[in-house]
Nanobody, 118 residues
Framework: VQLQASGGGLVQAGGYLRLSCVAS????????MAWFRQAPGNERESVAT???????NYVDSVKGRFTISRDNARNTVYLQMNSLKAEDTAVYYC?????????????WGQGTLVTVSS
């Protein structure tokens, strides 16, 4: 499965962006879709996850501001980011994790840069 992330850009603090992650195949069988981010000098961190059943989870720093959703018909996962802060500046990556008879498979998309100016 190939993942293509898009939607990053430059935005002022308080603004919003919506990231999209389009998969080359159906995501209905992908157990968990997630967004990660990596700021310069920092480790990559999980920002939000959504299971195939629609259960979501967020890192504390984005709760109430970010919303992850998935559209299985469009093979797309979204990350709606509102009330953006300078500390949200990072390269954002989408990830898919799929269970199989041989274990878990992990797929990564290329990053999309989000820059929030203060």
């Amino acid at each position: 499965v190939q993942l293509q992330a898009s939607g990053g850009g430059l935005v002022q603090a308080g603004g919003y962006l919506r990231l999209s992650c389009v998969a080359s195949e159906s995501i209905s069988s992908i157990n968990v879709m997630a967004w990660f981010r990596q700021a310069p000098g920092n480790e990559r961190e999980s920002v939000a996850t959504i299971t195939s059943g629609g259960e979501t989870n967020y890192v504390d720093s984005v709760k109430g501001r970010f919303t992850i959703s998935r559209d299985n018909a469009r093979n797309t996962v979204y990350l709606q980011m509102n009330s953006l802060k300078a500390e949200d500046t990072a390269v954002y990556y989408c990830q898919g994790r799929q269970s199989s008879w041989s274990g878990w498979r992990t797929y990564w998309g290329q990053g999309t840069l989000v820059t929030v100016s203060s």
